[in-house]
């Protein structure tokens, strides 16, 4: 079966990095997205990786290691704003994104 | 720039009654998806449509049917609601095989099915 696990939540303090994780196993692999999802709102697209490595976009990066079905989102200088669910999505053969349950993040000042 | 619009916003709905729930974008996009969210579980997908004219099944098609007769339309009917299907249900579009699988979302529906 297709399976994606995320843990289920995180609590950070603003101005500090935090790391979510997420590994996979699916039929298939065609790229692993991550999105936003603030409560009560639709998800927005954050990254896309398809190959291994680090990939930066500002406070916010996303690594992949397709040997190791392994992803991470890392963001940085945390603020008050970035309290959200953080969903990962691998892209499996059949091109249809199959979706972690997410991962909600509680920021403290 | 609308991007995807859902309507209607929520709904409370009788078990056994039927509705329709639409979805309009005006990106040109030529995939649109049904998705369902629900507490603990991921965004699980209901029916997709690569193309129009065409649709597929997703992962949780029972109790809804779709249809595509045009570009910018997506509508998903419930034939008769019943309480398993309350959830919020969200539709996305994608230039999937054309330029990227990236997915745009709508605002989503809330249903509640009594």
């Known amino acids: 079966g297709q399976n994606i696990d995320q843990p289920t939540e995180m609590t950070a303090t603003e101005g500090a990095i935090v790391q979510i994780n997420c590994t996979y196993q699916?039929?298939?692999?065609?790229?692993l997205f991550w999105y936003q999802q603030h409560a009560g709102e639709a998800p927005t697209f954050l990254s896309y990786?398809?190959l291994d490595g680090l990939e930066e976009k500002g406070r916010f990066s996303s690594f992949l290691s397709r040997s190791k079905g392994y992803s991470y989102l890392l963001l940085k200088e945390l603020q008050m704003k970035d309290s959200a669910s953080y969903l990962c999505?691998?892209?499996?053969?059949?091109?249809?994104?199959?979706w972690g349950a997410g991962t909600k993040l509680i920021i403290k000042p | 720039t609308a991007g995807i619009t859902q309507a209607p916003t929520s709904q409370i709905l009788a078990a056994g009654r039927s509705m329709t729930l639409r979805c309009t974008q005006d990106?040109?996009?030529?995939?649109m998806y049904w998705y369902r969210q629900d507490l603990g579980l991921g965004l699980r997908l209901i029916h997709y449509?690569?193309?129009?004219?065409?649709?597929g099944k997703g992962e949780v098609p029972d109790g809804y049917s779709v249809s595509r007769a045009n570009t910018d339309d997506f509508p998903l009917t419930l034939a008769s609601a019943v309480p398993s299907q309350t959830s919020v249900y969200f539709c996305?579009?994608?230039?999937?095989?054309?330029?990227?699988?990236?997915?745009?979302f709508g605002p989503g529906t809330r249903l509640t099915v009594t």
């Open positions: 996305a579009s994608s230039l999937a095989g054309v330029e990227s699988y990236e997915q745009y």
């Open positions: 990106m040109r996009h030529n995939a």
């Open positions: 449509s690569n193309t129009a004219g065409t649709t």
């Open positions: 699916t039929s298939g692999f065609n790229g």
């Open positions: 990786n398809v």
């Open positions: 999505a691998v892209l499996d053969s059949n091109y249809q994104l199959i």
